[in-house]
């Protein structure tokens, strides 16, 4: 044992977990219904950060936990109640935890004055002088009446044993305080009943690893900032090889291990990746099998049970990485707080199936968009109190966030009773952005506007939701997630906004594709149809460029190929209709290979950076596939014909047709409306 | 007494590891339990020399462990030792009055929980042979 990192890492996941606990129950426990069982359970939750921090050295951590213990303590024996100021601090002192410890797992070194201000304010608000609990033997009246021997290091035993108080009690009661060290035999053959050992300084560097208490850094707020951070390098271990801790002598029991494991979730991807191998190998045995029907027919139903095996190894592999959404929802009850106290309109939120499970990574990511869509309805949305009195609608605004699993998918939605968006104002600024928008487009098409760049209805920026950045970083956000955002909105009832996600960013399902050579796998919820190039009837327009009408409406045609050198001849024969948010084009690829659920990789070394790619898998054979961006293709394609010449209609070219058509190649984001 | 073997109850995966380990290198033989009621069956299925539990744990708490331990004929002299960030005079005269034998307040050092595991095993040899 000669690293403690090893087992700081364990604790920094327990703490993280007891961390999303807390962060379900705190946001209710200033609520009239509270149960008692929920207070409990959160002090518990605390504790055993708080105890598990001061034992692994992690010093600012276990003073968030220590005074926020302190007020749990008080709400769970009734010496106080609960108001929103309470769940609030404590709401803080959560998201101090959460930074600290996504620093430490980077590790980083903590940022101090989130710690410090959570820190600052529960002690106040409990009346605390904000320093830990410093064992002192006086604090043990009872066991320290007679005989106490207040022990210092230099009147003390052997030098390695310098600290820790021991106190024995004497058959016949009474106690004695002593250092523990040689004392504790004598005591225990003396006939001592009972003995209690308190936490001594720091020891020494020894062969064991060092744990450093922790320092009384916040007795003094003021000059707590300026003491340096705890030394928490463990020393190197002198000790002797571990003993191999041998098989048990007879009759004893087995060394059972405790029925809880925790693992890296990169172990857990290393499963997920033999378990697309399997799917993989059945897809490989059915092909190879496919015409020998006599052998087909012994072999059926072992494959069928392969098969089915396969697929709930994938599932029950998936299932270990679901956490509860809790974790991205708790800070917003905090946040509506913040935001509607500062906009001056009250407003409550609602939270509904926080204990929907999606990928833990997902959780992590969601956490700004969430915040981001939750001030814009608070700032956009939600109307002045007296606006909403003279409107007959309760004073406060209302807010609701829920979430639940539909088919493979999570759907959070953010719903409140404002306004809604203003359709008039919304076409009149995607007017003033350029953005193509005909006055008659669908509400649904000119409520998407929100999400461009730029794009904001309101003439001041508003420094709260405003921030200089808009909505398009949740579409952004979102997309890189593989996800959609879309809105909702009825004129005086109020906006809906609801996220779609997959379950999980480890596996994408995706359209396998190949383009000069190389494979690609396009996700497959962009993927609208796919079509044959020689029955689209691909017409060329102005720059050379392609296009194709699918249901009576121009779309542009771009070639895969194109992305990294500008090919031209023939359109290759398979295109690809391609529709998100942003609008929709065709895609012209050399062969579509069918669907493929792929383990997403990063990208690595050369392919690292790579514009257009989000990542890569292994697809058969060990071959490699990009998985694209579809939102990027279109301006990279662009981007790289322009680079070099535009290429002239080819030979083999397909003839532009006679029609007249003006395609408005402007950019595919004005191409809003797609049919789905 | 060879090789003694010793029950070490703790929630905290991490704080069970770090023990464990403590107590392994050492020599000692160590069996896990996550709780009490985990601990309670474990004793019931093996004679273990030593117990060291933590206190606030799910489903059983280490008290209640210890006075559940305390009427199995066969656990009545076997030390338990209470290893707990608790460090109340009540909490740790109830450890007392519960049949604890000794109360350790975390954090402790490895080294000296070392130390106190080998010291109360060595008394316990010395008074019961």
């Known amino acids: ?676 | 007494m060879s090789r003694p073997l010793i029950l070490v109850v703790e929630d905290s995966a991490a704080i069970r590891s770090l023990v464990c380990d403590t107590l392994v290198q050492a020599g000692l033989n160590v069996v896990e339990a996550e709780d009490g009621l985990d601990a309670l069956q474990r004793a019931r299925r093996a004679r273990f020399d030593l117990v060291l539990s933590d206190q606030n744990m799910p489903r059983m708490d280490g008290l209640s462990l210890v006075r559940e331990l305390r009427r199995i004929e066969c656990y009545q002299q076997v030390p338990i030792v209470m290893l707990t960030t608790e460090a109340s005079t009540d909490m740790t005269q109830a450890g007392r009055l519960a049949g604890a034998t000794g109360w350790i307040v975390k954090p402790f050092e490895p080294r000296r929980l070392l130390r106190v595991v080998q010291q109360v095993l060595q008394s316990v040899a010395v008074l019961h042979g």
């Open chain 1, 1 to 676: 044992m000669d690293d403690l990192s090893a087992y700081v890492s364990a604790y920094l996941d327990e703490a993280a977990e007891h961390l999303r606990e807390l962060q379900g129950l705190v946001p209710s426990l200033a609520r009239s219904d509270v149960r008692l069982d929920d207070v409990h359970a959160a002090f518990r939750a605390m504790h055993s950060i708080k105890g598990g921090a001061a034992i692994f050295g992690q010093a600012t951590m276990a003073d968030i936990a220590h005074v926020s213990e302190h007020l749990l303590d008080a709400l769970r024996k009734g010496a106080r109640a609960a108001t929103e100021d309470e769940s609030d601090a404590l709401i803080q002192a959560l998201e101090a935890l959460e930074d600290v410890i996504a620093a430490l797992r980077r590790g980083e070194t903590p940022e101090r004055g989130g710690p410090q201000r959570a820190i600052e304010r529960l002690a106040v608000m409990t009346g605390q002088t904000a320093g830990l609990a410093r064992h002192d033997p006086a604090d043990f009246p009872g066991l320290a009446e007679s005989a106490l021997l207040p022990f210092t290091p230099a009147a003390g035993a052997a030098d390695d044993d310098a600290g820790g108080f021991g106190f024995f009690v004497p058959p016949g009661g009474g106690a004695v305080a002593a250092p523990e060290a040689d004392y504790l035999q004598d005591a225990l053959l003396g006939g001592a009943e009972f003995f209690v050992i308190l936490p001594g300084e720091l020891e020494p560097d020894t062969g064991l690893p060092m744990l450093t208490p922790m320092p009384d850094r916040f007795a003094s707020p003021k000059a707590a900032s300026t003491l340096p951070a705890p030394a928490s390098a463990p020393s190197r271990a002198a000790i002797e090889p571990p003993l191999p801790s041998g098989p048990l002598s007879s009759g004893q029991a087995p060394m059972l291990p405790a029925d809880t494991v925790r693992v890296a979730s990169a172990r857990l991807d290393g499963l997920l990746e033999l378990a697309s191998g399997f799917s993989q190998l059945y897809g490989q045995l059915e092909d190879a099998t496919r015409h020998d029907y006599v052998l087909r027919q012994r072999v059926d139903p072992v494959l069928d049970q392969f098969e089915r095996m396969t697929r709930e190894l994938h599932s029950a592999v998936m299932a270990l990485r679901l956490v509860p959404l809790n974790f991205a929802f708790s800070r917003l009850t905090r946040l509506v707080r913040e935001v509607s106290a500062q906009l001056g309109k009250p407003a409550q939120l609602a939270l509904r199936g926080a204990d929907t499970e999606v990928d833990k990574a997902l959780v992590e990511r969601l956490s700004d968009p969430l915040m981001h869509l939750v001030r814009n309805s608070l700032d956009h949305g939600i109307e002045q109190a007296d606006v909403r009195r003279a409107l007959g609608k309760p004073e406060h605004g209302q807010l609701v966030l829920s979430a639940e699993q539909r088919a493979g998918q999570v759907v959070i939605a953010l719903e409140d009773d404002g306004a809604g968006l203003s359709r008039s104002r919304i076409l009149e600024r995607a007017h003033a952005l350029g953005i193509a928008l005909a006055e008659d487009a669908s509400d649904e098409a000119v409520w998407q506007c929100i999400f461009e760049p730029g794009f904001s209805t309101t003439a001041s920026v508003n420094a709260m939701s405003g921030r200089g950045v808009g909505l398009d970083v949740v579409r952004q956000t979102l997309q890189g997630l593989g996800g959609r955002v879309r809105v909702t909105s009825r004129a005086g009832k109020g906006a809906r906004f609801e996220l779609r996600l997959p379950l999980t960013l480890a596996v994408l399902d995706g359209m396998l594709v190949t383009a000069g050579g190389d494979h690609y796998l396009l996700p497959v919820a962009v993927v609208q149809e796919s079509m044959d190039a020689r029955t689209a009837s691909v017409h060329t327009v102005a720059g050379g460029r392609e296009a194709i009408s699918l249901h009576g409406r121009p779309i542009p045609v771009y070639r895969l190929e194109n992305l990294y050198a500008s090919q031209s001849g023939p359109i290759p024969p398979v295109l690809m209709v391609i529709a998100d948010e942003a609008g929709t084009y065709a895609l012209a690829v050399d062969e579509l290979h069918g669907q493929h659920s792929a383990v997403v990789k990063g990208l690595e070394g050369r392919l690292r950076g790579l514009p257009g790619v989000t990542g890569s898998t292994v697809v058969g054979a060990g071959r490699t596939a990009l998985i694209l961006d579809p939102q990027a293709l279109p301006g990279l394609i662009r981007q790289a014909g322009a680079q070099h010449a535009p290429p002239p209609a080819g030979p083999g070219h397909v003839q532009p047709e006679a029609s007249g058509d003006e395609i408005p190649l402007v950019s595919t984001s004005a191409l809003v409306g797609h049919d789905d």
